[in-house]
């Protein structure tokens, strides 16, 4: 009795019995002590008696099918325990239920009917995340974090940057699903490749993927993978990325970027962790951690509906939102410094020192392609100025963009022209500034190449 009593207890809730009875038996076989309810009334009652570490609850306790009964229980849970994980159960087809679930405090979900390893991988990651969340000892320096976690491709102290990384210290170890925001050149990818390298998948591989560049005929294929014959250019058998990220981590960059059709591929994939590779009658089973990131406003796509609420809240179990460079300007010395010493040990050069003038001048300035501008304007700058000591006119010839202390109103007055207006006007801008490159104008606004064409069309513009 008192070794049952030590395994971590879940509350099932379900008015079916073949489900609470086929749930208890995957549990106990797992080393959980699973407590079943069939009635809400009863799911509370047991909380209240039971040392309870997560809930799987089902939506809906009658033949009612509103989810009504559900979300009940969940505020009820909520308001008595919150600090309890709780994972809803519904059909593929009442998924909108979970995600109004989800807004109202519930961890995650799952569909019926469900995979065992699903299930187990959930309770797991929710057990981790409520133990992360009662952590005392979170890190306050980055001297003490870096003594905990391996960061050492992160440059920085800024307290906003520091807080982004006790946060990925506290949830790295799990396997929940990560939405990193940002604009575009605030080290997005570093911020994924430092998950993946403190978690315990950090052996296995780490597979990046950049949405913005798949069209989206070719999502299937390169996310999933082709058997030669498959369809008329397939001459050989292709690996997708899920495969390849199997053990691992995958990171799918510019996530915002994806079609409508798409995003319903990679909510199915996400949710049941399953796929098909085209050509093929045969599912297979990926395990992979995902981490995701994008430079657009992914609330303002759901609510616009271009971006699907269910694969929003699939992704963003966990959110980290990236400071612009411009509100972390006590990290520009230390990047500086950084990018400096690797900059001229690659081209062979002797690194130069930056006047205190020069360096004040870069900590005033927007950048408004945040750390990867600021490594451009001191790559040019060593180039070209062949100094030992750097000085301020050696970063203006270099610099794009109003610095932070002279800012300017350069956007017409309001009622003048529409967002569609600007955005255009801003194209046909760009074009003309890089003469038509296309790589550099989609760089210069914080945009994909593909992303950059979609805009194109949009707007009859031929580059």
Same mark, same amino acid.
């Given at each position: 009795?008192?070794?049952?009593?030590?395994?971590?207890?879940?509350?099932?809730?379900?008015?079916?019995?073949?489900?609470?009875?086929? #749930?208890?038996?995957?549990?106990?076989? *797992?080393?959980?002590?699973? !407590?079943?309810?069939?009635?809400?009334?009863?799911?509370?009652?047991?909380?209240?008696?039971?040392?309870?570490?997560?809930?799987?609850?089902?939506?809906?306790?009658?033949?009612?099918?509103?989810?009504?009964?559900?979300?009940? %229980?969940?505020?009820?849970?909520?308001?008595?325990?919150?600090?309890?994980?709780?994972?809803?159960?519904?059909?593929?087809?009442? @998924?909108?239920?979970?995600?109004?679930?989800?807004?109202?405090?519930?961890?995650?979900? =799952?569909?019926?009917?469900?995979?065992?390893?699903?299930?187990?991988?959930?309770?797991?990651?929710?057990?981790? %995340?409520?133990?992360?969340?009662?952590?005392?000892?979170?890190?306050?320096?980055?001297?003490?974090?870096?003594?905990?976690?391996?960061?050492?491709? !992160?440059?920085?102290?800024?307290?906003?940057?520091?807080?982004?990384?006790?946060?990925?210290?506290?949830?790295?170890? /799990?396997?929940?699903?990560?939405?990193?925001?940002?604009?575009?050149?605030?080290? $997005?990818?570093? @911020?994924?490749?430092?998950?993946?390298?403190?978690?315990?998948?950090?052996?296995?591989?780490?597979?990046?993927?950049?949405?913005?560049?798949?069209?989206?005929?070719?999502?299937?294929?390169?996310?999933?993978?082709?058997?030669?014959?498959?369809?008329?250019?397939?001459?050989?058998?292709?690996?997708?990325?899920?495969?390849?990220?199997?053990?691992?981590? @995958?990171?799918?960059?510019?996530?915002?970027?994806?079609?409508?059709?798409?995003?319903? $591929?990679? %909510?199915?994939?996400?949710?049941?962790?399953?796929?098909?590779?085209?050509?093929?009658?045969? /599912?297979?089973?990926?395990?992979?951690?995902?981490?995701?990131?994008? *430079?657009?406003?992914?609330?303002?796509?759901?609510?616009?509906?271009?971006?699907?609420?269910? =694969?929003?809240?699939?992704?963003? #179990?966990?959110?980290?939102?990236?400071?612009? =460079?411009?509100?972390?300007?006590?990290?520009?010395?230390?990047?500086? *410094?950084?990018?400096?010493?690797?900059?001229?040990?690659?081209?062979? #050069?002797?690194?130069?020192?930056?006047?205190?003038?020069?360096?004040?001048? =870069?900590?005033?300035?927007?950048?408004?392609?945040?750390?990867?501008?600021?490594?451009?304007?001191?790559?040019?700058?060593? %180039?070209?100025?062949?100094?030992?000591?750097?000085?301020?006119?050696?970063?203006?010839?270099?610099? /794009?963009?109003?610095?932070?202390?002279?800012?300017?109103?350069?956007?017409?007055?309001?009622?003048?022209?529409?967002?569609?207006?600007?955005?255009?006007?801003?194209?046909? $801008?760009?074009?003309?500034?890089?003469?038509?490159?296309?790589?550099?104008?989609?760089?210069?606004?914080?945009?994909?190449?593909?992303?950059?064409?979609?805009?194109?069309?949009?707007?009859?513009?031929?580059?």
């Amino acid at each position: 009795m008192e070794a049952s009593a030590k395994k971590p207890g879940v509350l099932i809730v379900d008015d079916d019995p073949s489900v609470t009875v086929s #749930l208890s038996l995957l549990l106990k076989n *797992n080393g959980y002590r699973p !407590i079943v309810a069939h009635t809400p009334d009863r799911a509370l009652a047991s909380l209240r008696e039971e040392r309870v570490e997560a809930v799987l609850q089902d939506m809906n306790f009658s033949r009612k099918t509103t989810g009504e009964e559900g979300l009940n %229980l969940l505020a009820d849970i909520r308001a008595e325990q919150p600090q309890v994980p709780v994972i809803l159960m519904t059909a593929w087809g009442s @998924i909108a239920l979970a995600v109004k679930g989800i807004k109202a405090g519930a961890l995650d979900f =799952l569909t019926k009917p469900w995979q065992n390893d699903q299930v187990l991988r959930l309770l797991e990651t929710a057990r981790e %995340l409520a133990a992360g969340t009662t952590d005392p000892a979170e890190p306050s320096s980055r001297e003490s974090l870096d003594q905990r976690f391996d960061f050492s491709r !992160i440059v920085g102290a800024s307290d906003s940057l520091l807080r982004i990384l006790a946060t990925i210290g506290r949830v790295a170890h /799990t396997d929940a699903s990560v939405l990193i925001l940002g604009e575009s050149g605030t080290g $997005k990818e570093l @911020i994924a490749d430092a998950i993946h390298r403190n978690s315990k998948r950090a052996r296995g591989p780490f597979v990046k993927v950049n949405l913005g560049g798949i069209a989206a005929s070719l999502f299937e294929s390169e996310m999933f993978g082709h058997l030669r014959g498959a369809f008329t250019d397939a001459v050989s058998d292709r690996k997708g990325r899920f495969t390849q990220a199997h053990g691992g981590s @995958i990171f799918l960059d510019e996530i915002g970027d994806l079609d409508p059709g798409s995003q319903v $591929k990679m %909510l199915r994939v996400l949710q049941d962790r399953r796929y098909e590779v085209l050509g093929s009658s045969r /599912t297979i089973s990926v395990d992979t951690r995902v981490v995701s990131a994008t *430079n657009r406003n992914l609330d303002a796509m759901v609510r616009e509906g271009s971006f699907r609420e269910d =694969l929003f809240y699939r992704l963003n #179990l966990i959110t980290l939102e990236l400071p612009p =460079l411009r509100e972390r300007p006590e990290d520009i010395p230390l990047l500086v *410094n950084h990018f400096l010493g690797h900059l001229a040990q690659s081209y062979g #050069l002797e690194r130069p020192q930056v006047a205190p003038a020069a360096m004040k001048m =870069l900590q005033r300035h927007a950048w408004p392609g945040n750390i990867r501008h600021l490594k451009q304007v001191l790559e040019r700058a060593l %180039l070209i100025s062949g100094k030992d000591m750097l000085e301020p006119e050696d970063f203006r010839q270099h610099q /794009t963009g109003p610095a932070t202390e002279t800012p300017t109103d350069v956007l017409p007055p309001v009622g003048d022209m529409t967002l569609e207006e600007i955005e255009k006007a801003m194209i046909l $801008k760009s074009l003309k500034h890089f003469e038509g490159n296309v790589t550099k104008v989609a760089s210069s606004l914080g945009i994909s190449r593909a992303a950059l064409y979609r805009r194109f069309e949009k707007h009859g513009i031929c580059p």
